[in-house]
């Protein structure tokens, strides 16, 4: 049964990525990811429920630049700047993969995200499995580590397996309450 | 005399295009990086009209910060805006509990925010 989980969330690890940075303006090509890529700004979401773990997404000054909402602000993005907007990114993703997890019944908690800036970053798995993607962009590549747990207890229905209906995602959507 | 909002989120980034977007709309823009400090913001700018509010911050969350504001009667009538990466319809069920009046979900665009913001405006 976790097999099947499995593939679902290698799938929504790759599709979610690009999806969210074509919002943001920068168009993503997927790569085979590689052991040890080389990224200088880390974004990192927790989270916990029916799956637990950590989502990392590392990348670099250029790509993160190419996708700032304010790089057509007239003036240069600091690193600050940069790391913020990093950590915004994979809140975003999170929320993303969220959306699309609770479309199956799968129910998770996350985070505020962190950010961290270093030249020899280098990702070690916790615990479970990684689920991995990368892709390359206007600058550089940017990798996706998903690192979750499983829950055992977790009942899946034939039906579970189906791609989420909502394959776009629900960006921009308002609610009026 | 120009309408006062007060924008509550973790992300420098979000607070800036959010004050960008709204002050270019005629706002009057004052910023808050958690429910806490939005909390103490609300207390020394008792004329903000409405709270743009992130869901998922370090300290006190969105929900909290909403949940506290209903509790103190002078800022029980203001007017809740969710702004959030997130969708799940627990949390929006939460808010709309709380007493948010709209849930936006990022990423978004400017018009769209514009948009939102100038429907809610209407029952400020």
């Known amino acids: 049964m976790h097999a099947r989980l499995s593939e679902l969330l290698e799938r929504y690890v790759s599709r979610c990525g690009p999806e969210l940075l074509l919002e943001h303006g920068a168009v993503l090509t997927r790569l085979e990811p590689q052991p040890e890529p080389s990224y200088t700004l880390a974004g990192i979401v927790g989270f916990v429920g029916d799956l637990s773990g950590t989502l990392l997404v590392g990348s670099n000054a250029e790509l993160i630049g190419a996708c700032h909402p304010l790089r057509n602000g007239g003036r240069p993005l600091t690193e600050r700047m940069l790391l913020d907007w990093i950590a915004e990114l994979a809140n975003q993703l999170m929320g993303r993969l969220k959306a699309r997890l609770s479309e199956h019944g799968l129910s998770i908690k996350f985070s505020a995200p962190i950010s961290l800036a270093g030249d020899r970053m280098r990702h070690l798995a916790a615990r479970g499995r990684t689920y991995r993607a990368a892709f390359e962009g206007p600058g550089g590549e940017v990798n996706i580590w998903f690192d979750a747990e499983i829950k055992d207890v977790i009942a899946c229905p034939e039906a579970f397996f189906d791609d989420a209906k909502d394959a776009t995602g629900s960006e921009g959507d308002v609610i009026f309450l | ?124």
């Open chain 2, 1 to 124: 005399m120009r309408r006062k909002v007060l924008i509550v989120d973790d992300s420098e980034t979000m607070r800036a295009m959010v004050s960008s977007t709204l002050g270019a709309t005629g706002f009057e823009v004052i910023e808050a990086s958690d429910g806490v400090q939005g909390l103490a913001r609300l207390e020394e700018h008792p004329d903000v009209q409405l709270v743009v509010c992130d869901v998922n911050m370090p300290r006190m969350s969105g929900l909290e910060m909403l949940q506290a504001m209903k509790r103190e009667p002078r800022h029980a009538d203001l007017t809740v805006l969710m702004l959030t990466a997130q969708s799940a319809p627990e949390l929006v069920a939460r808010a709309k509990t709380a007493g948010a009046k709209a849930w936006l979900v990022k990423p978004f665009k400017a018009d769209r925010l514009v948009q939102v913001v100038n429907a809610l405006s209407v029952a400020v």
